[in-house]
């Protein structure tokens, strides 16, 4: 069966939207455990300006205090060449680059038209030049803008090609605001495939409006098999109006793992981190198998 990878983003993309701060060797402990339940990777932090996103205000202490497996990719969002050069600094293994496609949604965003972003991005590519880092490229509201509306796929495919253009090694399509159907998303990721078949793609959802396990399947259907996911299914966008969290990693696991694809990560070690998780926050986390149990716990009759 399909080997579908699993990309784990609750420290960055859930912990930044969090009203708690969730203390430095507490990151470091969980990282350190979602490496050992087999995700494939990890998005560890955000080299931002503390003032933008104070949750993250520890970037380097976490990156440098995690440990690290080789089968692990450790991978961190980086706005701009400041952020490149805290995180060659820290040796990350990748580099994630974001930018919208809605021109509204990333002026709010980052304060920057999208050929704004894309200079900014050839300023980071030539930094890293030589330094073996990798680069992702994130298109935000790939699927629909909650400000524009819908998104033209002519235009998702030429941002994706000035992406490649820079060096990225691979491409994120993120449905910001969970605006994406099931329908949309194999049509435009068909369209991707088709385009660059050996291309390293990775689907990025939100469960805003209760479609994004449907919106996985179909996207493995068209060929896709990276995805992000958040522990708890934390996270949300702090620019984009009613966006809740990502699809919840353990249910993502869980819907996989019954269906028979092959996923390395360790479902019972993940619901137990969401169970740790809901501590860490100091709330109940939206994901759905903590609470139901897995299909295959019976109860009595």
Not at 196 to 222: C, K, Q, S, Y
Not at 241 to 252: V, Y
Request: overall charge negative; glycine content about 10%; aromatic content about 6%.
């Amino acid at each position: 069966m399909t080997r579908i990878y699993i990309q784990e983003v609750a420290t960055r993309d859930g912990f930044q939207m969090e009203d708690r701060f969730v203390p430095t060797d507490d990151k470091i402990a969980l990282i350190d455990q979602l490496s050992n339940s087999g995700v494939d990777k990890i998005e560890v932090t955000s080299f931002v300006s503390p003032k933008a996103i104070p949750n993250l205000r520890d970037a380097e202490e976490v990156m440098n205090g995690i440990k690290r497996k080789e089968d692990v990719t450790y991978t961190t969002l980086i706005p701009n060449v400041r952020g490149a050069e805290r995180a060659a600094a820290c040796q990350a293994d990748e580099v994630n680059l974001v930018a919208s496609v809605s021109e509204t949604h990333n002026r709010k965003n980052v304060r920057r038209t999208v050929d704004e972003s894309f200079a900014s991005f050839k300023e980071i590519a030539d930094y890293l030049s030589g330094t073996g880092i990798d680069i992702n490229g994130t298109l935000a509201t790939t699927f629909g803008c909650p400000f524009e509306g819908s998104i033209a796929e002519d235009r998702v495919l030429e941002l994706a090609e000035v992406y490649l253009e820079l060096g990225a090694g691979g491409i994120t399509l993120a449905d910001t605001t969970g605006m994406a159907t099931p329908n949309q998303v194999h049509g435009l990721c068909e369209k991707v495939r088709d385009r660059w078949p050996d291309l390293p793609v990775t689907l990025h959802f939100h469960n805003t409006r209760g479609m994004g396990l449907a919106n996985v399947i179909e996207g493995i259907r068209a060929g896709v098999t990276r995805y992000d996911a958040s522990l708890g299914g934390l996270g949300g966008c702090p620019f984009a109006p009613g966006a809740t969290g990502n699809i919840c990693t353990e249910d993502l696991v869980h819907m996989l793992a019954f269906m028979g694809y092959d996923v390395n990560a360790d479902l019972d070690k993940l619901m137990d981190l969401s169970k740790h998780l809901e501590t860490l926050v100091g709330h109940e986390v939206p994901g759905q198998v903590i609470k139901a149990g897995k299909i295959t716990d019976l109860h009595e009759q």
